[in-house]
């Protein structure tokens, strides 16, 4: 079994669609992230969210909403996209508060916006 | 702020040789991560360190909290350890800054 699973893997789609991109582990962690890696292959947190407390970059758009329906899932919402929103995003999870421990990725889902 | 450096951004050896890379930053941190991006993308967490020296098979990674300082060895290096390596920081409440990634091949 996938710890950490991300669907769709490649999501193409026109500007100005909505799109989600959802995230489940089944590892029993109590903390989520999403990340947007650019085509620099720079990683940038997006969202952590612990115990129903989000924390949000302060640079990611308000287009871009997590949404959890249980500590299981984080799936990333994202509207009106932008021909800047195209990257490859990647979920991730871990044990305690932000960066407090190993964190286990999904194999990322490649966006591209036309 | 945590401005998070890594050298080299790229580096090219020959199979068995001692690899060394590098990750500095400005402010003081609580943790550091080593994480590694295979060629077809997919990221592993290697190493989370708040001080000393941490070893798992051929990997070292170690910490110099004074200096702001960590490194990351491969012993006996391996075309199959060719990948990016990307350090991260943990800082303040919940703060969370990457290095742009060393970019490492081995060549057999």
Same mark, same amino acid.
């Given at each position: 079994?996938?710890?950490?699973?991300?669907?769709?893997?490649?999501? /193409?789609?026109?500007?100005?669609?909505?799109?989600?991109?959802?995230?489940?582990?089944?590892?029993?962690?109590?903390?989520?992230?999403?990340?947007?890696?650019?085509?620099?292959?720079?990683?940038?947190?997006?969202?952590?969210?612990?115990?129903?407390?989000?924390?949000?970059?302060?640079? /990611?758009?308000?287009?871009?909403?997590?949404?959890?329906?249980?500590?299981?899932?984080?799936?990333?919402?994202?509207?009106?996209?932008?021909?800047?929103?195209?990257?490859?995003?990647?979920?991730?999870?871990?044990?305690?508060?932000?960066?407090?421990?190993?964190?286990?990725?999904?194999?990322?889902?490649?966006?591209? /916006?036309? | 702020?945590?401005?998070?450096?890594? $050298?080299?951004?790229?580096?090219?050896?020959?199979?068995?040789?001692?690899?060394?890379?590098?990750?500095?930053? $400005?402010?003081?941190?609580?943790?550091?991560?080593?994480?590694?991006?295979?060629?077809?993308?997919?990221?592993?967490?290697?190493?989370?360190?708040? $001080?000393?020296?941490?070893?798992?098979?051929?990997?070292?990674?170690?910490?110099?909290?004074?200096?702001?300082?960590? $490194?990351?060895?491969?012993?006996?290096?391996?075309?199959?350890?060719?990948?990016?390596?990307?350090?991260?920081?943990?800082?303040?409440?919940?703060?969370?800054?990457?290095?742009?990634?060393?970019?490492?091949?081995?060549?057999?």
């Amino acid at each position: 079994d996938t710890a950490v699973s991300q669907t769709p893997k490649y999501l /193409v789609t026109q500007m100005g669609n909505d799109k989600s991109i959802k995230c489940e582990q089944n590892l029993g962690h109590d903390t989520m992230y999403w990340y947007k890696q650019d085509s620099k292959k720079f990683l940038k947190i997006m969202f952590s969210y612990n115990n129903k407390e989000l924390i949000i970059n302060e640079t /990611v758009p308000n287009r871009f909403s997590p949404k959890s329906p249980d500590k299981a899932h984080l799936n990333l919402h994202i509207n009106s996209l932008e021909l800047g929103d195209s990257a490859v995003y990647f979920c991730a999870s871990g044990r305690g508060g932000v960066g407090k421990n190993i964190q286990y990725f999904g194999a990322g889902t490649r966006l591209s /916006v036309l | 702020k945590n401005e998070v450096e890594q $050298s080299p951004q790229n580096l090219t050896a020959q199979e068995g040789e001692f690899i060394t890379i590098n990750c500095s930053y $400005s402010v003081g941190i609580s943790a550091l991560h080593w994480l590694q991006q295979h060629p077809g993308g997919g990221i592993v967490s290697l190493f989370m360190l708040s $001080s000393g020296k941490k070893k798992h098979g051929r990997l070292i990674a170690t910490i110099n909290i004074q200096e702001k300082h960590s $490194s990351l060895h491969i012993t006996a290096s391996h075309p199959r350890d060719s990948a990016v390596y990307i350090c991260a920081v943990v800082w303040g409440a919940d703060g969370l800054t990457f290095g742009k990634g060393t970019h490492l091949i081995i060549q057999p």
